[in-house]
């Protein structure tokens, strides 16, 4: 069962709190020179993930202490306990290390509450800018500029004379950019790191955001919740929805993010690669 919509609407101020000060922890290190480890998957690891990592939990055990929380620098919990969860909080402590690394200020704090492999609340903070967007089920969806009142988001109407492309900073492929040159009419490409991509469709500034690469559960969770309460989708190659501990491994198949639900996409998306495992 699904959470009371109110209590949800509550939960999301103490989150936001949270994911706001996992950032302060995160410029601290943004600061200086800071060194650049390597996880056992070769991708990059610094203290502000771990330092970021720490303040989410520490917060989140304290708000939710029933709670478990998976969070990507704690991921070795093995299926077998995550597939008794029923409710649980869904976290990267620093999604878009590499944009981080690069000091370019792409990167964000991503916080996720699932119910039956669903999101259903979260906030994705931008640390440099003090952005904040944030969701929750049947509550909406918003983005909040430091003091400024928070302002309600929605997706946009697709225009076939016209499309908004967003794409990942450090992870393009040819199949992106096959697609995007084979789009119809004016074709405009933004290029941004982190769940920034996701949010652009959220705020209603691009009609797509098409990822024919590999991810892992906490880099869309939050941001596929901003999306869907903004009016958008987030789906896989067979245009379902986007999952989450459903299956023992943490990696997402290929997704589409689309602003139009309504809109014909699968004409013009390349054909669909066979689903995971098959």
Not at 26 to 42: G, H, N, P, R
Not at 88 to 115: C, H, M, Q, R, S
Not at 257 to 270: E, K, M, N
Request: proline share 7%; net charge negative.
């Amino acid at each position: 069962m699904t959470q009371p919509t109110r209590a949800l609407a509550d939960l999301l101020e103490p989150v936001r709190t949270i994911a706001a000060a996992a950032s302060e922890k995160i410029l601290k290190v943004y600061a200086t020179d800071f060194s650049v480890a390597e996880k056992q998957d070769t991708s990059p690891l610094t203290e502000a993930d771990l330092a970021s990592h720490e303040a989410i939990v520490a917060g989140l055990k304290a708000l939710t202490p029933e709670l478990p929380i998976l969070s990507e620098e704690s991921a070795d919990i093995p299926f077998a306990v995550r597939s008794t969860w029923q409710r649980y909080w869904l976290v990267d402590p620093l999604d878009g290390t590499k944009e981080f690394i690069k000091k370019n200020g792409e990167f964000t704090v991503n916080i996720a509450l699932i119910e039956g492999h669903r999101a259903v609340l979260s906030v994705v903070h931008v640390p440099v800018t003090g952005i904040s967007y944030f969701a929750a089920q049947g509550v909406g969806a918003f983005k909040q500029e430091a003091s400024a009142a928070r302002v309600a988001l929605s997706t946009r109407k697709a225009n076939p004379q016209r499309f908004v492309v967003s794409g990942s900073r450090s992870h393009g492929d040819e199949t992106l950019r096959a697609f995007v040159s084979s789009l119809p009419g004016e074709v405009e490409f933004i290029a941004k790191g982190s769940s920034l991509k996701l949010c652009m469709v959220a705020e209603g500034v691009a009609d797509i955001y098409p990822r024919f690469g590999l991810t892992s559960e906490w880099d869309t969770a939050a941001a596929q919740c901003v999306v869907e309460q903004a009016g958008g989708s987030v789906v896989d190659r067979q245009f379902a929805p986007l999952l989450y501990n459903a299956k023992e491994d943490i990696l997402n198949p290929h997704f589409i993010v689309i602003a139009d639900p309504s809109f014909d996409w699968r004409a013009l998306l390349p054909p669909a690669p066979p689903p995971l495992g098959g």
